[in-house]
Nanobody, 118 residues
């Protein structure tokens, strides 16, 4: 079992940067792939970024490639999402996820709100 707690959301202006963090509990953290999803008002939840258990492989949605960077620190049981050049379209609730493999996410955090004003 893995419990995930997100932090770092907030209100920023277009063009600003923001870093989201996810703290995970459980001794098996380093064996899980992790990622971020987001859900904007009135829209379906969508994949944002993923990272393998060792951090050697990453994947991004086309809409965030070149602007967002996902990374993790297995020694500290944390995973983060650095978001640059934020746009109004990035406004959403962001969820931290974990699972046995990239694309296979079984655990979800409660979410953190990111609002980008234009």
């Amino acid at each position: 079992q893995v419990q995930l707690v997100e932090s770092g959301g907030g209100l920023v202006q277009a063009g600003d940067s923001l870093t989201l963090s996810c703290a995970a509990s459980g001794r098996t953290f380093r064996s899980y792939a992790m990622g971020w999803f987001r859900q904007a008002p009135g829209k379906e939840r969508e994949f944002v970024a993923g990272i393998s258990w060792g951090g050697g492989a990453t994947d991004y949605a086309d809409s965030v490639k070149g602007r967002f960077t996902i990374y993790r620190n297995n020694a500290k049981n944390t995973m983060s999402l650095q978001m640059n050049s934020l746009q109004a379209e990035d406004t959403a609730v962001y969820y931290c996820v974990a699972g046995v493999g990239m694309g296979r996410y079984d655990y979800w955090g409660q979410g953190t709100q990111v609002t980008v004003s234009s």
